[in-house]
């Protein structure tokens, strides 16, 4: 079981892995077009990126299409796009967000967006940021916590980052038909041939 077990159920959940909680099409916020949502971790060491958004970002991006599958189709077929963003329903951000909340991300994080390239300088290693209709938060891992925080602050942050990364790749993995046996649509891909 991954660490972050309720946020990857909701991810195989809304993307039709068990037909009873299959997406609709429609976000959780009741709405067919949700506030746009980018939720990045950086990793300042190394100068890594990840990203995921979701359909409302893409919509807010004015990026073309009828629906979500077609937005999602053409921004990763634009020449400038950015590898390692990947997209998530509306629905799945929705508990990409919640499992963050839950480790606490509400809780520590600090308003404002997280700091670029220099927060190397000052000592911070990673970062979880959350921008949600423009308002950008951030939440950022310090190796002084073992010193001057509990350690349960730490832990937690580990969680949170984990649990992104967990849903990171496996938007990878069932883009390139990896480990996942499932179609969009929930029909398993055995069943198709």
Not at 26 to 40: E, F, I, Q
Not at 81 to 101: H, R, Y
Request: aromatic share 8%.
């Amino acid at each position: 079981m991954t660490r972050f077990p309720l946020l990857c159920l909701v991810l195989y959940c809304c993307l039709g892995v068990l037909p009873s909680c299959a997406s609709t099409g429609g976000s959780a916020r009741g709405t067919s077009a949700a506030s746009p949502v980018s939720v990045t971790f950086r990793d300042y060491r190394s100068g890594v990126r990840l990203t995921i958004v979701n359909d409302g970002y893409l919509v807010k991006m004015g990026i073309k299409g009828e629906n979500a599958d077609l937005r999602r189709a053409a921004y990763h077929s634009s020449e400038d796009v950015d590898l390692w963003t990947k997209i998530l329903p509306d629905e799945v951000m929705d508990g990409l967000i919640s499992g963050l909340d839950q480790e606490g991300f509400r809780e520590h994080a600090q308003s404002g967006p997280a700091p670029r390239e220099t927060a190397r300088s000052s000592g911070l290693t990673s970062g979880l940021e959350m921008i949600v209709g423009g308002n950008a938060s951030h939440w950022n891992y310090n190796p002084s916590w073992s010193i001057t925080s509990p350690p349960a602050e730490a832990n937690r942050y580990k969680k949170a980052r984990d649990g992104f990364l967990d849903v990171h790749r496996k938007i990878e993995q069932y883009a390139r038909g990896g480990v996942q046996d499932f179609d969009y649509d929930g029909v398993p891909i055995r069943e198709r041939r």
